[in-house]
């Protein structure tokens, strides 16, 4: 079992930046990859960006490249997603999860994130 625990959403203006955090704890030796997904009111849960424990290689959905990072910090089991010019759209709930697939077909997937988190909100005025 894995916990992850997410800190860091709030309210923030259109331009405006946040930077949220995903702590996790248990079993995350078995931890392959971690990513972010987020879920707007009245839509599906979409994958924003995910990244890999081993070797660091990332992945971002198209709506956020070059406006979000993923990064993370092996030592402390933390996961960061750093959001830049942000906009009314990017308002949703964002979560962290796991994943122990370590092979590319999973990687964007959610069906290959074992482990959530809580979420935690993000909006963005306009």
């Known amino acids: 079992q894995v916990h992850m625990v997410e800190s860091g959403g709030g309210l923030v203006q259109a331009g405006g930046s946040l930077r949220l955090s995903c702590a996790a704890s248990?079993?995350?030796?078995?931890?392959?990859?971690m990513g972010w997904f987020r879920q707007a009111p009245g839509k599906e849960r979409e994958i924003v960006a995910a990244?890999?424990?081993?070797?660091?290689?990332?992945y971002y959905a198209d709506s956020v490249k070059g406006r979000f990072t993923i990064s993370r910090d092996n030592a402390k089991n933390t996961v960061y997603l750093q959001m830049d010019s942000l906009k009314p759209e990017d308002t949703a709930v964002y979560y962290c999860?796991?994943?122990?697939?370590?092979?590319?077909?999973?990687?964007?997937?959610?069906?290959?994130?074992?482990?959530w988190g809580q979420g935690t909100q993000v909006t963005v005025s306009s």
């Open positions: 999860a796991a994943s122990s697939y370590s092979g590319s077909y999973y990687f964007a997937r959610q069906s290959g994130y074992d482990f």
């Open positions: 248990g079993r995350t030796f078995s931890n392959a990859a």
């Open positions: 990244i890999r424990w081993s070797g660091g290689s990332t």
